[in-house]
């Protein structure tokens, strides 16, 4: 099992930058790739991006250029930076754990970007 713990949302304003943190904790030596995802109101949850045990990432195209994903293995925790937010970036925030052929979820963290 994985335990994931995300922290760091908040309401900020548009053109602002938000930085959104998951701690994880668990049987991290099984996980095969980790992410974020969101769900705005009266929406499905969607990719924000994700990382694999090698490091590389995917971004969605709607975070291309303004969000970055990073890992610190010492303090176990992947980030998002989130930079030039827009309205449409107000979402709850979801840290993801791929350890097949489960998945595992954080609780979510609400980001409000108001215009």
């Known amino acids: 099992q994985v335990q994931l713990v995300e922290s760091g949302g908040g309401l900020v304003q548009a053109g602002g930058s938000l930085r959104l943190s998951c701690a994880y904790s668990?049987?991290?030596?099984?996980?095969?790739?980790m992410g974020w995802y969101r769900q705005a109101p009266g929406k499905q949850r969607e990719l924000v991006g994700t990382m694999n045990s090698g490091g590389s990432v995917n971004y969605a195209d709607s975070a291309k250029g303004r969000f970055t994903i990073s890992r610190d293995n010492t303090k176990n925790t992947l980030d998002l930076q989130m930079n030039s937010l827009k309205a449409e970036d107000t979402a709850v925030y979801y840290c993801?754990?791929?350890?097949?052929?489960?998945?595992?979820w954080g609780q979510g963290t609400r980001v409000t970007v108001s215009s």
């Open positions: 993801n754990a791929e350890v097949p052929p489960y998945g595992y």
């Open positions: 668990g049987s991290l030596s099984r996980i095969t790739a």
